[in-house]
């Protein structure tokens, strides 16, 4: 978000809570400038919804704190659900980078829904009873371990 649209989220803002906005002109200034720099990666119409968001919610006055606090659990969300499906070997490095970047932004910003994993993915195999096997070869480690500390103070090795 920009400056310009920082004072338009104030405005926004202001006509919920005149509490949260400033009537000093440096005071607003100020306050612009905040504003802005704490939302500078958050969009516009994310905020709107944000502050409209925080009213259902709360009677206190919105902070860009609880905007940019929303903001990154939005992210959080969709980036966590985000797989990328491939590395491109045409691409050079570079490339590479770039476009995996790019993709990410545009799930970040909800331009691009999350890729899933393809339904071909291997799954992992449901948990199973042990073997008869596995159980015999644990019986056996677990007897050898009780054994060693008497086989060790025998050798006179812990006094």
Known sequence: ?????TIRLLGVVSLADDRAVRTDETEQAVQVELWATALRDV????AVQAIGEHYAESA??????????????????????HVELH???????????????ARRRA??????????PPASAPTPAPRS?????????????RRR???RP???QESGAVR
């Open 107 to 116: 799930v970040i910003h909800g331009e691009q829904q999350p890729a899933l």
């Open 1 to 5: 978000m920009d400056r310009t649209e």
């Open 129 to 141: 009873e042990p073997t008869a096997e596995f159980r015999a070869a644990l019986a056996e480690l």
């Open 150 to 152: 008497a086989a060790v």
């Open 43 to 46: 969009p516009y119409d994310f």
């Open 145 to 147: 371990n009780r054994e």
């Open 60 to 81: 206190w006055p919105i902070m860009p704190k609880d905007i940019a606090a929303r903001w990154r659990t939005t992210v959080r969300d969709r980036i966590s659900r």
């Open 87 to 101: 590395v491109n070997d045409d691409l050079p490095d570079i490339g590479w980078r770039q476009t995996l970047a």
